[in-house]
Nanobody, 126 residues
Framework: QVHLVESGGGSVQAGGSLTLSCVASGSTHRSCLAWFRQAPGKEREGVAAIDSDSVARTRYAESVKGRFTITKDNALNTLTLQMNFLKLEDSAMYYC???????????????????WGQGTQVTVSS
């Protein structure tokens, strides 16, 4: 069993930065860890993912490439999403998720993820 708790959301002006964190209790060994987001009236979408390989391969949605960075600290069992140059369209509830590493190549498909956090709200204003 894995329990995920996100933090770090808040309100920021466009162009600003936020750092989201997700602390996992339970083993995330051999897990793909990811961030998803859901804006009101829209489907949940994958934002970024990182696998359990020692190289820690990453994947990003096209909309956030070059602006967001996903990292993990295995010692602290913490997943981080550094978000820079935030845009209005980045406003959403952000969720941390963990799933089998074997599905890393399908990282953006939420059905592969077994564990989800409760979410943290990010609001970007002009």
């Amino acid at each position: 069993q894995v329990h995920l708790v996100e933090s770090g959301g808040g309100s920021v002006q466009a162009g600003g930065s936020l750092t989201l964190s997700c602390v996992a209790s339970g083993s995330t060994h051999r897990s793909c860890l990811a961030w998803f987001r859901q804006a009101p009236g829209k489907e949940r979408e994958g934002v970024a993912a990182i696998d359990s390989d020692s190289v820690a391969r990453t994947r990003y949605a096209e909309s956030v490439k070059g602006r967001f960075t996903i990292t993990k600290d295995n010692a602290l069992n913490t997943l981080t999403l550094q978000m820079n140059f935030l845009k209005l369209e980045d406003s959403a509830m952000y969720y941390c998720a963990a799933g089998p590493d074997s599905y890393f190549n399908r990282w953006a498909a939420e059905e592969w993820y077994r564990y989800w956090g409760q979410g943290t709200q990010v609001t970007v204003s002009s």
